[in-house]
């Protein structure tokens, strides 16, 4: 494995890992909530009164960031290498893992970890490993 020294970005992954740090220790101190979006917008579904208004928000900031960066900065066109059903079939499957597994990769392995959660410590466990095994029979295997 070599790594693509013209892209590879150290400052860019750890300000963002240090934004996403920040803000989850703000969300759970200053909410009192975990910033896992599967709970965030499961939350919303049914919707209460005195709950929703700072789901509705951490999801416009989650809308509205992008589009400021947009301001900012020339888009970068996405590519997909497969087909929209696949797509769709494998967040369908995401969102089933998330329910099943009680919260998502960002819940679990971002605040979870940082609460010491042992059912975080479980389930991102489980993730990580079915995704090195998922690369390795992709990459090696399947070829």
């Not at 909530?33 to 005195?50: E, T």
């Not at 042992?118 to 690369?135: D, E, K, N």
């Amino acid at each position: 494995m070599q790594i693509d020294w013209a892209h590879f970005t150290p400052l860019s992954a750890l300000s963002g890992g240090a934004l996403i740090g920040v803000s989850s220790a703000m969300m759970i101190l200053g909410v009192g909530r975990v910033a896992g979006i599967s709970g965030v917008v499961g939350g919303l579904l049914p919707p209460r009164l005195n709950d929703a208004l700072w789901r509705v928000a951490f999801l416009a900031g989650l809308l509205c960031a992008p589009a400021a960066l947009f301001l900012w900065q020339s888009p970068i066109a996405p590519s997909f290498s497969t087909s929209g059903s696949v797509l769709a079939a494998a967040g369908a499957l995401v969102g089933f893992g998330s329910r099943l597994g009680s919260g998502c990769t960002s819940g679990h392995g971002v605040c979870g970890l940082a609460r010491l959660s042992p059912r975080s410590f479980v389930a991102t466990a489980t993730f990580m490993s079915v995704g090195f095994a998922t690369v390795f029979v992709v990459r090696h295997l399947l070829g």
